[in-house]
């Protein structure tokens, strides 16, 4: 994949789809930094940890100064708590909206400088939340929609120095899975709807930015992969009385 020595920065990368993002580039050979507000409760091999909040513009400007060179920058810290809309304010919604929209904006603006003297790469890790219904989570699917537009404006704003892409994706048996799907009979039954039969492993996902991030995704630009296992099946299926003699 050509990514021997290139240094990849992973926000958010020291657990599930971050730790499998930053585990993925160190195996392709490169070099690894991962930042988030606290560090990995498990050493992450072939990365390199430091703190950051992406909350703060400064931290995050200074964060990137401080790199000599920056080739890959992986958008994805993100996530929200379940909370329907008329349980909180509009302020707390915002909080999501900006964690998960306005930080990887504020990263990759840091960056860019970077990215553009090499001919890099931005990843976004975008979720299919962002194109349907997300009850509970109305502000974070509002916020993925906004970062997959972020992402296809940045393309084109950015081109031919750095190209920007975005992998939206479903659903991914992380280590916390059992939390959100019941235990792992609830992760076998949603695995049953998925057509792939599973849920996405967090070296999925890596593996998938490993070849955005490569030289074999050099004419892919302003794209956005569904990494879903097919989607969800229609409801209707199930609901329709279906004549199978005809």
């Given at each position: ?166 992998l939206v994706v479903g659903m ?64 209707f299926l199930d609901a329709a ?6």
């Amino acid at each position: 994949m050509g990514l021997d020595g290139k240094v990849v920065v992973v926000t958010g990368g020291t657990r599930g789809v971050g730790a499998g993002v930053a585990k993925a580039f160190a195996e392709a050979g490169a070099d690894v930094v991962v930042c988030a507000r606290r560090p990995p409760e498990v050493p992450l091999p072939g990365a390199e940890f430091r703190a950051l909040d992406l909350r703060d513009p400064e931290a995050v400007r200074a964060f990137f100064t401080a790199l000599p060179r920056v080739d890959v920058l992986v958008n994805n810290a993100g996530g929200t708590p379940y909370r329907r809309l008329t349980d909180a304010d509009a302020g707390r919604h915002a909080r999501v909206i900006e964690l998960n929209l306005v930080a990887p904006l504020t990263a990759s603006l840091a960056a860019y400088e970077q990215l553009r003297r090499v001919r890099g790469s931005v990843v976004m890790i975008g979720s299919v939340s962002g194109g349907r219904p997300s009850p509970g989570s109305a502000a974070y699917g509002a916020a993925k929609a906004g970062l997959e537009s972020l992402a296809r404006s940045m393309a084109v704003e950015w081109a031919p120095e750095v190209r920007v892409n975005t992998l939206v994706v479903g659903m991914v048996r992380t280590e916390l899975a059992h939390l959100h799907y019941g235990g792992e009979d609830g992760i076998a039954s949603v695995s049953r709807t998925v057509p792939l039969g599973r849920l996405a492993e967090p070296a999925d996902i890596g593996a998938a930015a490993v070849f955005l991030a490569s030289d074999a995704a050099a004419y892919v630009s302003g794209a956005s992969l569904l990494l879903h296992g097919g989607g969800e099946r229609p409801v209707f299926l199930d609901a329709a009385t279906v004549n199978k003699e005809a």
